[in-house]
């Protein structure tokens, strides 16, 4: 009688990609929680529109594909993708917008580039870039964080919200709480100081943009919970944020208005924790060594600096990460780590 | 208890995994005797390196411990019956493979009465001269008993210009499940100790280190009571796998990485697994070869668990069968732990010299790998290499069959721990892919060394021919000036002498040696010009 033949190993270790996921979508769960609190139920309501594209048009490819759509959906990668994307919009964003970015992220970042692990570029930037060239109107009109005007209206509730993305239901005019994001107001002054900047615009906080500051706490306090899990090494974030924070201080020239804004500004403002925890350490699209990711990391920081201070877009997490996932397979070939008994320390 | 030193050094190795150990479930009862079985099926090649040849006959009677087969090389060992009886057949029989392949064998059938023939102690091993020892050891059929069967006398020869500086014992057993060496250690330090006696005579090293892990102060505890004196240092270091790995062992006690494609000689170490010491304390001070070993029986799908020392040639399905094995169509069998074991495909297969675990397990308790899922370069294989290479990379490079880049990857020094495999969260069995890739590129490898062969000897004719070109060549151009001189002066002499003449025929021979000349020339520089033209396009 013919025995089971197996290869070793014959153990490994509980869990699978869907597992590793899981704990992803789990650290977002902070930030988005901070992000409601200040915008309303706009984020909640372009999350779950995002995911509910993302896994019917996941099933229809893998069907397309005659691959078994529920084992891959159980990976939860489009999901993730799908939240990501959806943070990165603005709340209360119209539901095609949702649509078209979760298209682009899912068919042809992903899809036309093999599905999952293949895509040299992050599927989420990419379906976010594409909104933001192609929408740049609807994709700036940012809500106004509660508590930053005095006499704000309260923020929108999940109904209200729901009616802001999808106006056929009802409609809730969404110019009336809009405004600029502290970056775009920072980027536009050329006249104040930047200590009277934070005194008289409304979308300053004590050190980054008003809300904004919990915003990337919060977010910070996700990657925290990653890295504890072990679900990536601190190479790739910690050398984003200090590029960044070194970018920051050598342009800082201690508060005129042609300031670059100090490093707890960039640090605290924008999409700066998101992108080092959540955007930075995609496996897929990022360089895969160590050493290497210190490279890609740090590349990203210096690029986020550049095109947020002297570039046309006001936000550069999304194009700074794309431009350096071009440069990851270049970081691989030139990053490889001493093996064994090669070279080096004997 | 007894007086502790101060820890001593130890140094950590890359990456490195934690896997349950599931140890203590064979280590509750004593090493227990399997019985002698009818019938001992004894492969002829039990170590890496060449086959024994048999030196007994068909219907031969032979006896406990004789010699069966003798070793055919340097790198080769010799064969012993395990117990006295009949020789059945000399014949290929199905070995422990993970191909399930068949080698030659020599089958004996027992008698039961299990007589000893003729045991050569050698307990004044410090009054012989070394090589008398060594050999004695190598006709003892001593191979590396960790698991790996390296010819244990080659290791005690290492040459003259590589002093051994330090001899390092292997008591690590970082496998899950293994407890053989663990169980041996309880029960017969003192013997093993005496084994280590054996190689510190014969290597003279400045230190000898016993390395175990962590998980076993037991053991630890038992061999530093046995000391009684002996400088030998028992280091206990943090429990890993693969911590057991010969590099990575000497990595831990010492700092220092054997150089790639080198040997622990190059740096002055040499590295004994503790069973093999054991076998040589057995074989110096009892005149008795490898004819057994201790086994480690565990796994779920047994009744009885535990330590058995048996007879090589064994079946495994003996063996197990008295611990109560059942086997199914879904039944798993494991020669050696879970990380590195291989499963065989009939349990009609015998123990040999390098079975140091049969794991029989419950699909329960090993699972069938689930699905593959797409690789995501997470990087967490990476994290757990133990040699730093980059699995994630080596994947993709093996599944696109480049194999220039898998060796600029290093893939030749991966020693196939599994730890990646065990981390990876997609489920992907790399280990398989690197073992492929390897194969291929061995193949690669002996086609490029063909093909070279094929190319000298193509390059070898084509200049012999070119040269007899040349040559006749060369002569045809000397008869052809001889001719022309002869004409010439026949020429002279019928126009009747005179300077005019004279000249004339000393030109026909000035022209007649540079052509000579010329062929000689020609003939030099021709040859140099192709092998040259190689050179560059290599």
């Known amino acids: ?346 | 208890m007894n007086t502790r030193q101060k820890p001593i050094q130890t140094w950590d190795i890359h990456g490195g995994i934690h896997p349950p150990e599931n140890k203590t479930q064979s280590l509750g009862n004593p090493i227990q005797t399997a019985p002698i079985p009818a019938q001992l099926i004894l492969p002829l090649s039990q170590s890496i390196g060449a086959p024994a040849e048999p030196c007994v006959a068909l219907g031969d009677q032979v006896f406990k411990g004789q010699k069966i087969a003798d070793a055919t090389g340097f790198v080769s060992v010799p064969l012993h019956a395990s117990s006295s009886g009949r020789v059945a057949a000399i014949e290929d029989r199905p070995i422990a493979h993970s191909s399930g392949m068949s080698a030659p064998c020599i089958v004996i059938d027992t008698d039961g009465e299990d007589r000893w023939g003729a045991r050569n102690p050698l307990t004044e091993y410090t009054a012989v001269d070394r090589s008398a020892l060594v050999s004695h050891i190598r006709n003892a059929g001593i191979a590396g008993m960790g698991g790996a069967g390296f010819p244990t006398a080659v290791k005690l020869s290492p040459p003259a210009d590589k002093p051994i500086a330090t001899l390092i014992i292997n008591a690590t057993e970082c496998e899950p499940y293994i407890t053989a060496d663990h169980a041996l250690i309880l029960e017969r330090a003192e013997e093993i100790l005496q084994g280590i006696d054996v190689l510190t005579h014969l290597l003279q090293p400045a230190r000898i280190l016993i390395g175990l892990e962590d998980n076993k102060p037991d053991a630890a505890t038992a061999l530093n009571e046995a000391l009684s004196g002996r400088p030998y240092q028992v280091i206990e270091f943090p429990t890993k796998y693969p911590s057991g790995g010969e590099k990575q062992l000497i990595e831990i006690l010492t700092g220092k990485q054997v150089p790639s494609g080198g040997l622990p000689a190059d740096l002055g170490i040499v590295c004994q697994n503790i069973g093999t010491c054991y076998a040589i304390k057995r074989a110096v001070f009892d005149g008795e070869p490898l004819i057994s070993r201790i086994t480690t029986l565990t796994g779920n799908a047994l009744n009885t668990l535990g330590n058995v020392e048996v007879l090589l040639g064994t079946t495994m399905q003996a063996v197990l069968e008295q611990h109560g094995w059942q086997a199914t169509a879904k039944s798993r069998l494991i020669m050696g732990g879970p990380m590195m074991g291989f499963t065989v495909l009939s349990a009609n297969v015998p123990i040999v010299k390098t079975t140091n675990c049969l794991l029989a397990p419950t699909p329960s308790e090993l699972p069938s790998p689930d699905m593959a899922q797409a690789c995501i370069r997470c990087g967490m294989c990476a994290e757990a290499c133990p040699v730093s290479l980059l699995p994630q990379q080596m994947y993709w490079y093996s599944r696109a069959r480049e194999y220039e880049q898998l060796e600029a990857h290093n893939i030749a020094d991966c020693i196939e721990c599994g730890a990646c495999s065990y981390v990876c969260p997609s489920n992907i069995p790399l280990v398989q892919y690197y073992r492929a890739s390897k194969a291929e590129l061995r193949e690669r490898a002996e086609e490029h060394v063909k093909a070279e062969h094929s190319r000298q000897r193509f390059e070898f004719r084509q200049e012999r021919l070119d040269a007899a070109e040349r040559e006749k060549e060369a002569k045809k151009a000397a008869r052809k000036a001889a001719a022309a001189k002869r004409a010439a002066e026949k020429d002279a002499a019928a126009t009747a002498g005179g300077e005019d003449n004279a000249a004339t025929a000393k030109q026909v021979e000035v022209e007649a040696a540079v052509a000579r000349a010329k062929a000689k020339k020609d003939a030099l520089s021709e040859p140099a010009s192709p092998s040259s033209n190689n050179e560059a396009n290599d």
Not at chain 1, 235 to 261: E, I, K, Q, R, W
């Open chain 1, 1 to 346: 009688m013919a025995l089971l033949h197996v290869t070793s190993p014959h153990m490994s270790r509980s869990g699978d990609t869907g597992s590793v996921m899981r704990h992803v979508l789990l650290a977002l769960v902070p930030g988005i929680v901070v992000m409601t609190a200040l915008f309303g139920w706009g984020t909640i309501v372009n999350i779950i529109w995002a995911c509910l594209l993302a896994l019917a048009m996941e099933a229809m490819v893998m069907r397309l594909r005659n691959r078994p759509p529920m084992f891959y959906l159980r990976d939860c990668s489009a999901l993730v993708t799908a939240v990501l994307l959806a943070i990165a919009l603005p709340p209360y964003a119209p539901w095609w917008l949702v649509l078209v970015g979760v298209g682009f992220s899912i068919l042809v970042a992903k899809h036309l580039y093999g599905g999952m692990g293949y895509n040299p570029f992050n599927p989420a930037m990419v379906g976010y870039v594409v909104l933001l060239i192609s929408f740049p109107i609807e994709m700036t009109q940012w809500a106004a964080p509660a508590g930053s005007v005095p006499d704000q209206a309260p923020t929108l509730g999940p109904l209200s919200a729901l009616g802001a993305s999808f106006p056929f239901f009802s409609s809730t005019p969404i110019d009336a709480f809009t405004m600029a994001t502290p970056l775009d107001v920072f980027k536009q002054n050329d006249s104040l100081m930047v200590e009277e900047l934070f005194a008289s615009s409304p979308q300053f906080g004590s050190f980054g943009g008003y809300g904004w500051e919990w915003v990337n706490l919060a977010f910070l306090l996700g990657g925290g919970y990653l890295l504890y899990k072990r679900i990536f090494t601190w190479h790739a974030p910690v050398s984003m944020l200090a590029a960044l924070a070194v970018m920051a201080l050598m342009f800082n020239d201690s508060g005129s208005s042609a300031s670059g804004g100090s490093p707890m500004f960039h640090l605290f403002t924008g999409a700066t924790m998101l992108g080092a925890f959540f955007i930075v350490t995609d496996p897929v699209s990022s360089a895969v060594s160590n050493i290497g990711r210190l490279y890609y990391g740090a590349g990203i920081g210096v690029l986020i600096y550049l095109i947020r201070s002297f570039g046309n877009y006001p936000d550069a997490v999304a194009f700074a990460v794309l431009l350096m996932n071009f440069a990851a397979p270049l970081i691989d070939h030139y990053t490889q780590p001493r093996t064994y008994g090669h070279g080096g320390q004997q």
